[in-house]
């Protein structure tokens, strides 16, 4: 069963990484406090939550891909302050492209907001296997060695996008870094 992503061109390709173009998408997040391995199940029960029917009209709303997660040095909304230690985290769910902002139900969980995410440029490196701290730092650092090695730079935080079930097999499992060109 195909399932929905935002949708991309691929508009680079390099040894280790691609860039792609990303059009406009809608996402439900949460900002969630804690380690970076422990936050994503965090975030993701938040998130489910609200797809699942934790919604003005308990909607539900059909499951895309990916689980984007990102560190956070800045509030996402009030009344979530700043993270002096530096341990919040900004956990995504992309939202089917059926839907807008007008027509997507209000969350019931005052922690998940929606929000439209702009078009961008992405470098990102793929690669299959475990969700460990380890392999992430592993990977961002080839991408950012690729990225400089081609003359590229980026912007902002990566986000750490994962695209399958926590029940897929560790290495059929599809990840991604992706970072924000400028």
């Known amino acids: 069963m195909a399932t929905d992503e935002p949708a991309y061109k691929v508009v680079g390709t390099y040894d280790t990484f691609e860039v792609r173009h990303y059009e406009p998408y809608i996402v439900?997040?949460?900002?969630?406090?804690?380690?970076?391995?422990?936050v994503g199940n965090q975030g993701f029960k938040l998130l489910a939550g609200y797809i699942f029917g934790g919604n003005k009209g308990a909607r539900k709303i059909e499951m895309t891909a990916p689980v984007a997660?990102?560190?956070?040095?800045?509030?996402?909304?009030?009344?979530?302050?700043?993270s002096a230690s530096g341990d919040a985290y900004v956990v995504q769910f992309a939202m089917p492209r059926?839907?807008?902002?007008?027509t997507l139900p209000e969350p019931s969980d005052a922690?998940?907001?929606?929000?439209?995410?702009?078009?961008?440029?992405?470098?990102?490196?793929?690669?299959?296997?475990?969700?460990?701290?380890?392999?992430?730092?592993?990977h961002l650092k080839k991408l950012q060695d690729g990225l400089?090695?081609?003359?590229?730079?980026?912007?902002?935080?990566a986000f750490w996008a994962r695209y399958d079930p926590p029940w897929t097999l560790w290495f059929l499992r599809r990840n991604e870094i992706w970072l924000t060109l400028k």
């Open 69 to 82: 997660q990102a560190p956070t040095k800045i509030a996402m909304t009030a009344p979530v302050l700043q």
């Open 98 to 102: 059926e839907w807008t902002l007008e």
């Open 28 to 38: 439900a997040e949460t900002l969630v406090r804690g380690a970076a391995d422990e």
């Open 148 to 157: 400089a090695q081609a003359g590229l730079t980026w912007q902002g935080e």
């Open 111 to 138: 922690r998940v907001t929606l929000r439209a995410m702009p078009a961008r440029t992405l470098a990102v490196i793929a690669y299959s296997g475990t969700w460990s701290q380890g392999r992430y730092e592993e």
